[in-house]
């Protein structure tokens, strides 16, 4: 079945004021058209931040616990409608079933532990001389741009409509254009969780209708996940009156020592590096191997990498890639990586079986002898192609993984508590994992990167930081008489 889907602005399901549509396509299968949405443009989104501004009093007006009160549905209406989210999941992104079942669980997770906030969002009071108090009060900011990429198109929007309208902002929505459809139901899901119909909006389309999500001076604050050059342009825009928060892309490094067991550090890099197809922010995208063990380790990630099933259904380990220009670039970066002189040890190819020709299907590929400076070792290539690279010490191995403009994502695997220390006070990522997978987060843990990862100015998904992003705090001085 062929999706028709809608803006949702001023509390109805409308198309584009254009006319303008966009098909998506089953990235397993580019012959099934999976729907057809909105391509929105500036119109659009004007009209959804004038409906917004005059629903933003209702909203923010609403009992906390009613707030609260209305996630907690929404997630039960999630969780009611997961299987059949679970098949549209894969459908729409390219997800494996397991990926899919995993995400969808965690989404609703997500939304109740919001909920929670609603009710916690506290001041403070500050000594002062009496008869006179001082004391603050946090209030809703206005309205939150929320802007989303693809790779986790329910748990991430998750993660910012759910605080957002938990301090009771209202919320304009520009989902990525790979996956409208996962947006569309997380916005009926809240619908029908009891949100009022003019609190949220949802604006589908391009890069084009997130730009104008970001110029429209009303939003008061931007909470942006994609690609870092889309979230500079995004920083420049918004200026130093309004609030932006910016999680952008990884190049994540699994450093393995002498001592580590080879079995069980090739198995958690290849499921960071291969897990979503490569397409996690967090993924694995190169190792760094002290001289001692660098070659059996190489064997061992490669085996294990050979033995992945690519493909779609029960028991396929790798997805598809999620687009056409997803699947261009995993091609220039091979290219790129044989074109600089590293070794293509696997992998590096479109999946040529006839059950796989449709799709965006690639083999898992695993480069060795590469040297600093390499764009292999530089770029985020956002697909399933792991780097080794050679050091002859901790120290260097430690230099090589801090040795790139993003800082999202580390892991050390030892079984020295010392050099596991070391790692954790020396990498400059906002995540440190030892003798774990660089992906895989902890959803009532603080998350985001350092360096180019990441605006670092609020953290998401938890901590102390979390709510203060979606709210404002104002100082009150009272006295009882002038
Ligand atoms: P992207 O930057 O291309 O797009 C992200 C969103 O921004 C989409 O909704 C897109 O339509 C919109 N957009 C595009 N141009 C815009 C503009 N000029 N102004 C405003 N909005 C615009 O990223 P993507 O391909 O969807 O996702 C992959 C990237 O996201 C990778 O770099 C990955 O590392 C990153 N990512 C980061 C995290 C994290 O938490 N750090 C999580 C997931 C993905």
């Known amino acids: 079945m062929t999706i028709a889907g809608l803006n949702h602005i001023d509390g109805r399901w409308v198309p584009a004021a254009s006319g303008a549509v966009f ?26 931040v004038d409906a917004l501004d005059k629903a933003a009093p209702e909203w923010a007006g609403t009992a906390p616990e009613r707030r609260a009160a209305i996630l907690e549905a929404a997630a039960d209406h999630l969780t009611a409608q997961a299987s059949s989210l679970v098949d549209e999941l894969i459908r729409e992104e390219g997800k494996t079933r397991t990926e899919a079942t995993m995400e969808v669980s ?7 532990f919001y909920a929670g906030e609603a009710t916690r969002a506290t001041g403070a009071t500050f000594p002062a001389p009496a008869p006179t108090t001082v004391y603050t009060v ?22 910012k ?17 790979i996956t409208p459809l996962m947006g569309q139901r997380l916005v009926e899901a809240l619908l029908a969780g009891g949100l009022p119909a003019g609190a949220i909006a949802l604006v589908q389309g391009g890069g084009a209708a997130g730009a104008a999500v970001v110029e429209d001076q009303r939003v008061a604050a931007v909470t942006f996940t994609g690609s870092t050059a889309v979230g500079r342009s995004i920083h420049r825009c918004v200026g130093p009156e309004r609030r932006v928060q910016l999680e952008m892309g990884g190049k994540n490094p699994v450093v393995v020592l002498a001592d580590a067991d080879l079995d069980a550090a090739a198995a958690l890099i290849v499921k960071g590096a291969f897990g979503l197809s490569g397409q996690a922010c967090t993924g694995t995208s190169r190792v760094v191997a002290v001289d001692e063990i660098h070659d059996a380790l190489l064997g061992k990630v490669v085996a294990r990498t050979e033995a992945l099933t690519v493909g779609i259904g029960a028991g396929a380990a790798m997805g598809p890639l999620a687009s056409s220009s997803q699947l261009a670039k995993f091609l220039e970066y091979v290219k790129i990586g044989v074109d600089e002189g590293a070794d293509l040890i696997c992998g590096g190819t479109r999946c040529e079986e006839e059950s796989l020709r449709n799709g965006f299907f690639v083999r898992p590929t695993v480069f060795a002898n590469t040297s ?19 050091a002859a010490s901790f120290d260097e191995a430690l230099t090589l993984a801090n040795d790139v403009a993003f800082g999202l994502s580390a892991s050390v695997v030892t079984k020295n508590l010392s050099a596991a220390h070391r790692f954790v006070a020396g ?3 906002g995540l440190v994992k030892v003798n774990q997978p660089t992906t895989g987060m902890a959803m009532n843990a603080p998350f985001g990167g350092y360096k180019q990862s990441s605006t670092q100015t609020f953290k998401e998904q938890a901590g102390p930081t979390l709510m203060q992003f979606y709210q404002s705090e104002k100082t009150v001085y009272l006295s009882p008489d002038a």
Do not use: C, H
Request: proline share 12%; glycine share 8%; no cysteine.
């Open 23 to 48: 098909e998506r396509r089953n990235p397993a299968d580019e012959s099934d058209l999976v729907g057809v949405f909105p391509d929105s443009d500036a119109v659009d989104v004007r009209n959804a």
């Open 106 to 112: 965690r989404t609703p997770m997500n939304l109740r």
């Open 138 to 159: 946090r209030e809703p900011i206005g309205i939150v741009g929320a802007i989303t990429p693809w790779n986790f198109p329910l748990n991430i929007p998750s993660r």
């Open 161 to 177: 409509l759910g605080p957002a309208l938990a301090a009771g902002n209202t919320v304009l929505f520009k989902p990525s254009e």
């Open 372 to 390: 600093p400076g390499m764009r292999l070792l530089s770029d985020e290539v956002f697909g399933p192609v792991l780097a080794f690279q050679r």
């Open 427 to 429: 990498s400059r990522t």
